[in-house]
């Protein structure tokens, strides 16, 4: 499919109908995201679990929620974890309303994932970020700093990174195993 327009907003995103295809807006282009692999949704699914499990009360996992970072962009990290009490059927979030976000590495979205997207959570000022590379799984745990980037927003900095056990003083007290969450 072929977009004749680059101006899309977050309300036409809204207005997409719900069968529409798994889409993320970037500087108002409409971005078709590849289906993740079965490994990919293991990881994804596993995490999603131990957060579920291991969250205190004012906060939730989810998976695949679009977070809403311009007027012209929106990102759907593979799990989020945000403030509890939003309305259930809410499809697109604040960047105030994620405290973490994590997405999971995969051969066709290494460098969106790796450069891009970070760039784009520490923009838009969500406190946490987390990148977890398959094959063998590491996960790499990054807060947002006070360094300044080129374009004068803030950064990430990386607190964190093992393919055995990640130990987080927050955005709550971690202490994930790894294994937990291989496929």
Same mark, same amino acid.
């Given at each position: 499919?072929?977009?004749?327009?680059?101006?899309?907003?977050?309300?036409?995103? $809204?207005?997409? +109908?719900?069968?529409?295809?798994?889409?993320?807006?970037?500087?108002? =282009? @409409?971005?078709?995201?590849?289906?993740?692999? $079965?490994?990919?949704?293991?990881?994804?699914?596993? $995490? &999603?679990? &131990?957060?579920?499990?291991?969250?205190?009360? #004012?906060?939730?996992?989810?998976?695949? =929620?679009? =977070?809403?970072?311009?007027?012209?962009?929106?990102?759907?990290?593979?799990?989020?974890? #945000?403030?509890?009490?939003?309305?259930?059927?809410?499809? $697109?979030?604040?960047?105030?309303? /994620?405290?973490?976000? !994590? %997405? *999971?590495?995969?051969?066709?979205?290494?460098? /969106?994932?790796? @450069?891009?997207?970070?760039? %784009?959570?520490?923009?838009?000022?969500?406190?946490?970020? &987390?990148?977890? %590379?398959?094959?063998?799984?590491?996960?790499?745990?990054?807060?947002?700093?006070?360094?300044?980037? +080129?374009?004068? %927003?803030?950064?990430?900095?990386? !607190?964190?990174?093992?393919?055995?056990? *990640?130990?987080?003083?927050?955005?709550?007290?971690?202490?994930?195993? *790894?294994?937990?969450?291989? +496929?």
């Amino acid at each position: 499919m072929r977009q004749q327009r680059a101006d899309y907003t977050l309300e036409d995103l $809204l207005t997409l +109908p719900d069968d529409a295809p798994r889409v993320e807006l970037v500087d108002g =282009v @409409f971005q078709v995201t590849p289906s993740p692999t $079965l490994g990919h949704q293991t990881i994804s699914s596993l $995490l &999603w679990l &131990w957060l579920r499990s291991h969250a205190p009360a #004012h906060l939730r996992a989810s998976q695949a =929620v679009g =977070v809403g970072l311009s007027p012209n962009t929106s990102r759907q990290p593979d799990v989020l974890l #945000h403030h509890a009490g939003l309305p259930s059927d809410r499809s $697109l979030l604040r960047p105030a309303d /994620v405290v973490l976000a !994590v %997405e *999971i590495v995969s051969p066709g979205t290494r460098r /969106v994932d790796r @450069f891009a997207k970070p760039g %784009e959570y520490a923009a838009a000022g969500i406190p946490f970020y &987390w990148r977890i %590379e398959q094959d063998p799984v590491h996960l790499y745990a990054y807060r947002l700093g006070d360094r300044i980037g +080129p374009g004068g %927003e803030r950064q990430y900095e990386l !607190v964190d990174d093992s393919s055995e056990v *990640i130990e987080l003083p927050e955005p709550f007290a971690i202490k994930l195993p *790894i294994a937990e969450i291989r +496929p």
